[in-house]
C-alpha cells in the first residue's frame, strides 16, 4: 500500500469547519452520534480522509453510511473497539467534496452499552466552511421513522440493526426535497402514551427534553445522553410527529405489567373489538399535552401530526387530540397529513415499510410541507 | 460487546459448502477474487458470520458489496493488510441466509500490488450445500461492464475504486432476471483490438484464456492470475461481449507509442473524419477472430455480441464482423444486440452509464436473452 | 359501403339482456343517461352494433365514450337531434363482446335542455346476459367526481361539456380495481352544505333521494329526472363521498344573495383568515346529517368520507363531523380517508385535477376500500 | 340547442390559414386525408368550430382523432356519407386554438372505395397563420408504423380500422419530442421487397413516389392518389423506415401465386431453418435500391433504418444491405437503429405493439434522432 505522507491528524475539536447534525451533548468531543440519521458533515478539499471511530455494544452494533457530493458510497457495520475507517481516497486534491458521515441506526433503548463515536480524522487537506440550508425538519416517530426493515428481504424477521436504514428513510428524501437539514427522535415500538406492549415509559414525550433520554446506564449518561436539550441551538421550521402506531398496538397486545409494584397497564378494547373509550381517551390527552410540550420548546415551529403508514385506526383520536389542543390554545401552526399506507408493494424486511414505501411518503408529505413554508 | 462463545475458525478450504463466482485458481484458498462480480455464496445456518480478508494496493483499493438473502445490506472499501468482517450477528440461529460477499470493483491492470483474497470464516453453525442456477452467462466488457460510474455524484471525474459497482450492475440484473450464475471478464478502457488509447495491448482476447490474464507482476502471478483458465470447470449457456466503444475511442484518441520499440500505433480518421478503412477492418479482423476464439473454448454458447451504452459509431463494423464469421464458419448461435444510449437522465459518474442506464439495459437484455434460451 | 342485411334494429326496451349503469327511472324506454359515468353495457354477440342516440342541450352538449371489452376505443360529442351511431363493424360473429356506452360528462344542472338517450340498437346477432360484478360503490361529489379537467391541455379555462371524463376518472379506476359495478351523484361547484359560490341550493343532501334531482325544468320532469328513487333497486358496498372542497370555497367567495328574498347567504371568515367558527359548524352539521341520510338510504355500506384532492382545509371539520355522528349513532362503518393532493404534475385542464392526479388517487382509494371489504 | 348565429360557412379551399399533413393531392379541395396521421391542421380564433367530412369504404371506415391545443379530446369512427362534425362550441372567442383533424387509420389498399374528406368548415371566428415546426420527419413502414393493435384489448384479433391508432402512434410521439412536423407513408402486411405473404406486390418502394400508390380503382385514381408525388414541396430532415418485418414473415409463409400468370413467388427457408441465402440477398438488394429511391427524392434527409418492435431475425440483412449502399456510394447519412422488441408487457391488440410498446420506441428513437440533428 503506497503511503500517503500528507495525511495529518486532528481531533474531532480542532476541526472547526464541520456541521454535526442530530442532537448530541454540547461538549462534542469526541462525537457521539446518538440518533438514527445523525451524522457529521465537511467540506473537505483534499484527496484522502479517515475518520477514527469508536463503537460497542451488547446486543445491537451500530452501522454507518457515507454519502460523498450528495451519492451514497458505503454502508457498514462498525465492529466494536476504536478504529479508522478511509472515507475517500485517491482523489483530487483541488476538488471539494461534501462528506456525510450518517448513523444508519436508531438510539438502542435496549441496549445499554450501545456506543458511537467519532474521535478524529486524517486528511491531507483544508476542511472548508459549510452552509447551513434554509429550513430545519424535525422528525418524531416509531420504527417507522427510524427506517426499520428499509433493508432486508422481505421474509426477514430478525430484530437486528442491520434492517434499519436512515438515508432512503422519508425523513432524509423528504429533507432533500425540502432542500432542509434535519434531524430525528425516534424509537421502535415506542408511542406518544405507551409501547406497543403496554409499557407506559415506551413514550416519546417522557424523554424529549433530553439530548437522547431514552438511553439507559452509567455509560449513557456519561455520553450526555440525559443532559437538557439545548433547544436555542436549533429551532426547526417544520416538526413532523409520526406517532401513534404503537399506542394502537397496544390495544391489541397483552397487558404490561411494572415488576416492580406489579401494576398493570392495559390500553383495553370492548367486547365488540372496539376501543375503550377511556383508554382512547387518555391516548388523546397524551397526544395534546405532547403538542403543548413541542409548542413550548419550538415556539416558531409549523406542527404536524403525520400517520398512516401502517394502517390508519388511530387517525379520528388523532384529529380529536389536534382538534382539542387547537381549541385550547388558539395555536394555528399545527395540522394533520395522513401518509400513504404500506402495501404488497411497497412493503420491506419485518413488515415494515420498504424503500418504495418510504419514497411514496416522501413525495406526498413534501408536496404537503412545502405548502406550508410557502 | 457481548462475546458469542459458539463462534468456530474456519480456513476457507475447510468449508466444503461454498460457491465460489468468478475465474480463480483452482487452489483456492486463501480464495483469490480478481474480476468484479467474482464472489463467495454461503448458505449460513447460524446466528453470526465473520470473513477474514487480506487485501493490498498500491493505488486502487478493493471493495466489497454483502447480499443477504438477495438484499444488498453492505458495501465498504476494504483497506490494506488482513482483518475480520462481521457479516451478520444476532440472527434466528435457525434459519439458513443465503450470503454473497461480491467484489464491487474490477480487476486493474494498472496496480500490480491489488489483491483481494478471503482467508477463513467465523460462525456459529453450518454451512449448507448450495444449488446451481440454470443457466450460465459469461460477460466480457470494458468501463461499462465493470460498472465505472454506477456510483458517485454525476460531477465526479477521479478515476478511483469508489465509483465501480457489480451489484446494480447490469451483469447482475440480467442474471438476476435469467435466474442465472454469472462472471464477468471486464476492463476499463480495453478493447477487442485495442484500448482508447491505441495501446495494442488494452485488449481482451490477448488475456482471454488465462484466470485473469491482465494483471501484472510477481504477486499477481504467484496468486495464480496467470494460470491457463480451465474452461471446462464452468461452460456458459451465454457469452455477452460488451466491447468495441473503446475501439473506436482509439480512433479519436493520440497515437500510442511502444516505449521499447518506438513503433507508433494508431487507429486513423479520414481527412473528413470517416473511419480509416484498413483501420477499421483491423478492427473487424479482431471481432471476428475472437468469435472464433471464444466459439473454441465455449462451445455450446449462444455468444452475442452488445454494443450501444455509449454511442454507437461501431455498429456497422460489428455487424460486418459477426457477418463474416458466421459465413466462413456456418455458427448460427452468435447474433448482435443494440443496447440503450446512455442519456442525461440515465448517466452516473465519470460520464458513464448510471443505475438507471444498467436498469434499462438489463431490462432490454433479458428479454432478449430469455429468446435464446428459450 | 357494403350494407350489411342481417342488421335488425330493436327498440331499446325489446332489448332484455342489458345493464344499464346509474341511476335512471324505471321505465327506461328510450334510456336517459343521467349521471356522468352512467351507461348502457351488453354482451353482443355478432359483426356489427348501431344504437340510435338523441341529445339535444341549450349550452352543454353531451359526450359518450365506448369501451369495447375493456379498451378504450372511441369518445365524441353528441350532437343534438336523434341519429344512428355504429359501435363497431366488421367483427367476428362468433365472439361475445363486452360494449358500453358511457355517458362522458355530468348531469347539468344549468342547462334545462340538456338530454342524452338511446332510443335502439341495430345488431346482427345475439345479446347475451351480464352478470353483476361482486361489489357496488356509489361515488358522490362536486367537480372533482365529475372528472372536470381529465381532458383538455392544462391553461383551458372554459367551462364546457369537452374537458370533462368518466372513463379515467378515479370513480371508474377504482371500481376497476375492486372489480366492482358503481354508479356517480356528482356535480360541480356543489358541496354538503352550499355550492362555491355561497349558493345554498347547490347541495347534493337535498337531491340525493332523487334520480336526478339537480335537474330543472320540465322537460327533465317529463324524463323522470325528479322520480324518487328506487333505493332497494342497487344497494351499494360501498359509498365514497368526496365533497367539502366547495363548502371551502364558499368560505373564499362572496355572498350569494336569493333574488326572490333579498336573503343573504355567506360563509364567513374571521379578520384573522381563520373560519367563522357558527358558519363552520353549519358545514360540520349537514355534513354529519348528510351522513345519517346516506345510512337511512343505504343500510349495510361502508361510508368513507374522503376529501383532499384540491386543498385539505376542511378535514379537520370533516373529522368532526364524522366524529360526531359516530358518536350519536354508534355507526362503526363510517370512516374518512384523505386522498392525494393535485401536484403541477398531476394537475389537468381548469386547474382540476388531471389523469396523473385521478390514477393517484384510484391506487389509494382502492388500497383502501380493499381492507374495507376484507 | 341554442343556435349560433355567428357561424359562417368555408369551403376548405376558402380557408388560406391551414396546415395539412401528410402527402395529398396538389388541388386539395375537398381535402383528401389518405395516410395515418394525415390532418388538417388549424390555429381557430373563435367560438365554434365545425367541419363537413365526407365518408365511404366497401370494408374498412375511416376513423378520426380530434387534438386541441395538443391535448386529444375526441375519436370517432366516421360512417358513410358527407356530413358535419363540431370540433368544439362554447369557448372563449378571444383564444386561439391550435386543432388538429387527424386521419386515425391507414390507407387501405385492400378497399377501393374507401375514402375521407374534408369539404367545409363553420366557425364563428378568424383563422389565423400556423408555423411550420423546426423540423420535418417521414416515417414509412407496415402496420407497426400504421398504429395497428394500439386501440383493443389483448385478445382482439379481427383485423379492423378500429385499432389502428396515430395519436399514440410512435411515429406521432418521436415527432413530439423532437418537435417536428412529419408524415407516414404504411401499410400493413408490406414490406420492402415484399408481403408477409410472399405477394412481390406488397412493397413500398413501388408506390413511394405517388401520392398514395397502394390505393386502387378508379375512384381513388379520380382524388389523385396516383398522381407523382411532389417531394419538393416537404423535404424531410429525417427519414425513419421501418421495414423487414413482413420481409421476414414471408420466409415463414406459403408461397403466393399471381393468378394472371400463374407464376408463384416464395422466400425460402432452407431445411435447416435458416434463410435460403440466394433470397436473402434478393431482400437486401430490395432495401439497398430502396435506399437510393429515397436519397434520389430527399437529398439532404438522414436515413434511419429502424428495425426490431416484433423480433429482429433480418438486422444482420439490413445491416449488410445498409453497408452495401454506403460502400457504392459513400453517403454518410444513413444508418441502422435498433427498436426494442414488444414484450409481454408491452404488447396491445392483435399481437402488435401496444401503446407502451410505442412509447418505449419513441423515447429511444428521439434520443438517437436528437443526435443526428445536433
Keep these: 500500500m503506497r503511503a500517503n505522507d500528507k495525511l495529518k491528524q486532528y481531533s474531532i475539536a480542532e476541526v472547526i469547519n464541520k456541521k454535526v447534525h442530530g442532537r448530541t451533548r454540547k461538549e462534542n468531543a469526541p462525537l457521539t452520534l446518538f440518533w438514527t440519521g445523525s451524522a457529521l458533515e465537511l467540506n473537505a478539499k483534499g484527496s484522502e480522509l479517515w475518520i477514527e471511530v469508536e463503537s460497542d455494544y451488547d446486543m445491537y452494533e451500530p452501522w454507518i453510511s457515507i454519502v460523498i457530493n450528495g451519492a451514497w458510497v458505503s454502508r457498514q457495520m462498525i465492529q466494536a473497539g476504536r478504529y479508522w475507517i478511509c472515507v475517500f481516497r485517491g482523489m483530487n486534491d483541488q476538488m471539494v467534496k461534501n462528506v456525510r458521515i450518517i448513523k444508519d441506526v436508531q438510539a438502542m433503548s435496549g441496549d445499554m452499552d450501545c456506543k ?135 390495544f391489541h397486545s397483552p397487558e404490561w405489567v411494572e415488576e416492580a409494584t406489579g401494576v398493570i397497564y392495559k390500553q383495553r378494547l370492548n367486547e365488540d373489538g372496539s376501543y375503550n373509550e377511556e383508554d382512547l381517551k387518555a391516548f388523546e390527552r397524551a397526544a395534546e399535552n405532547f403538542l403543548g410540550m413541542l409548542r413550548g420548546y419550538n415556539p416558531r415551529a409549523q406542527i404536524v401530526w403525520t400517520y398512516g403508514m401502517i394502517g390508519q385506526d388511530m387517525m379520528p383520536a388523532i384529529y380529536r387530540a389536534v382538534d382539542s389542543y387547537q381549541k385550547n390554545t388558539q395555536d394555528k401552526k399545527v395540522s394533520v397529513f395522513q401518509l400513504p399506507n404500506t402495501t404488497e408493494q411497497t412493503v420491506g424486511a419485518r413488515s415494515h415499510p420498504g424503500r418504495l414505501a418510504h419514497e411514496k411518503t416522501a413525495a406526498q408529505l413534501a408536496d404537503y410541507l412545502k405548502e406550508l413554508l410557502s
Design 116 to 250: 458511537l463515536q467519532i474521535h478524529a480524522v486524517k486528511f491531507d487537506g483544508d476542511f472548508l466552511p459549510l452552509e447551513d440550508k434554509p429550513y430545519k425538519i424535525e422528525f418524531i416517530g416509531d420504527s417507522i421513522t427510524s427506517g426499520e426493515g428499509i433493508f432486508g428481504a422481505k421474509p426477514e424477521e430478525d430484530w437486528i440493526s442491520m434492517w434499519f436504514g436512515a438515508v432512503e428513510n422519508y425523513t432524509a428524501l423528504t429533507a432533500e426535497a425540502l432542500n432542509a437539514d434535519y434531524q430525528v427522535i425516534s424509537q421502535s415500538g415506542w408511542g406518544v402514551l405507551t409501547s406497543w406492549d403496554n409499557n407506559p415509559h415506551g413514550n416519546i414525550p417522557d424523554i424529549y427534553d433530553k439530548v437522547c433520554g431514552l438511553l439507559q446506564g452509567e455509560k449513557n449518561e456519561a455520553l450526555g445522553a440525559w443532559q437538557k436539550h439545548d433547544f436555542n441551538s436549533w429551532q426547526p421550521d417544520i416538526i413532523v410527529v409520526n406517532l401513534g402506531t404503537n399506542d394502537n398496538g397496544a
